[in-house]
């Protein structure tokens, strides 16, 4: 019998999307999770990618502070938080630099902070730029 490999859960906190942009970063989310979590044996990739969860958590003004300084759509902070606790120190290391470039455009370090990985990039502003909703 195959152990169960869990639900993958994504939370990602950042400024307000558009509706069509939130659609894209959860696909690329979620391929990417599924080609890193679809194990050789066990859940195929299509059960993998229904069990997939991608959850916006986003913030307006005001309301997330990183070092005292509010995050704004002009200098925002973006955190993805990985559901997969019991992953080894290696494993969060490849899943980060794989989940990076969805959300940075190409790959800049991203830093571990309390359990979960974070990354902050200045290019963030062009993600974000023209995408953001009302």
Do not use: K, N
């Amino acid at each position: 019998m195959v152990e169960d490999a869990g639900v993958p859960y994504l939370r990602l906190t950042c400024p307000p999307l558009t509706d069509d942009r939130q659609r894209r970063v959860a696909e690329e989310l979620t391929a990417v999770v599924v080609e890193l979590f679809t194990p050789p044996r066990g859940p195929s990739a299509d059960d993998i990618r229904a069990r997939t969860t991608v959850h916006f958590a986003t913030y307006g003004p005001d309301q997330l502070f990183v070092g005292g300084r509010a995050a704004t759509t002009e200098d925002p902070d973006v955190t993805v938080e990985l559901s997969d606790w019991s992953m080894s120190t290696r494993r969060q290391a490849r899943v980060a630099a794989r989940l990076t470039p969805v959300l940075v455009g190409r790959p800049r370090g991203g830093r571990r902070a309390a359990g979960r990985w974070t990354t902050t990039t200045a290019w963030l502003r062009q993600l974000l730029a023209g995408a953001v909703g009302a």
